[in-house]
């Protein structure tokens, strides 16, 4: 019987402050505010800060934005379940989530792009 490794039977979690990296918004520091579902879309709604700057503002952040959402050694941020979170993002909106947003193998960047991507892909086939 083969044995399932810990790193696949563990869920993705989210921290609710940290930096990102890569993307866009490299070396800026996010809080997460919670995620946006739209009919085919997820964003990620946060509050950013550049470096050494101090004032905040809230934006949307799709999968150009960032690579990946860190948390900070030592702030001792809480985390959240990414798959539930997803979930609760569409059950907002009232709205069924596609099965690919609810792997637990998918990075939350892989399944905001895969949302924004697909969601382009039809727009660009009904409006050429």
Not at 19 to 34: N, P
Not at 65 to 79: C, E, I, S, T, Y
């Amino acid at each position: 019987m083969a044995k399932i490794s810990a790193a696949r039977k563990r869920a993705r979690l989210i921290p609710e402050l940290g930096r990102i990296k890569g993307g866009a918004m490299d070396g800026w520091l996010f809080r997460l505010l919670h995620l946006h579902a739209g009919r085919g879309e997820l964003l990620v709604y946060a509050r950013v800060t550049p470096p050494a700057w101090p004032f905040p503002k809230d934006c949307y952040l799709d999968h150009r934005h960032f690579n990946q959402l860190r948390a900070v050694p030592g702030d001792r941020a809480r985390r959240f379940e990414q798959t539930e979170l997803i979930r609760r993002a569409f059950a907002v909106e009232r709205l069924e989530p596609p099965r690919f947003a609810l792997d637990d193998k998918a990075t939350l960047r892989a399944v905001v792009k895969r949302c924004c991507t697909s969601v382009g892909a039809r727009h660009a086939a009904v409006h050429p």
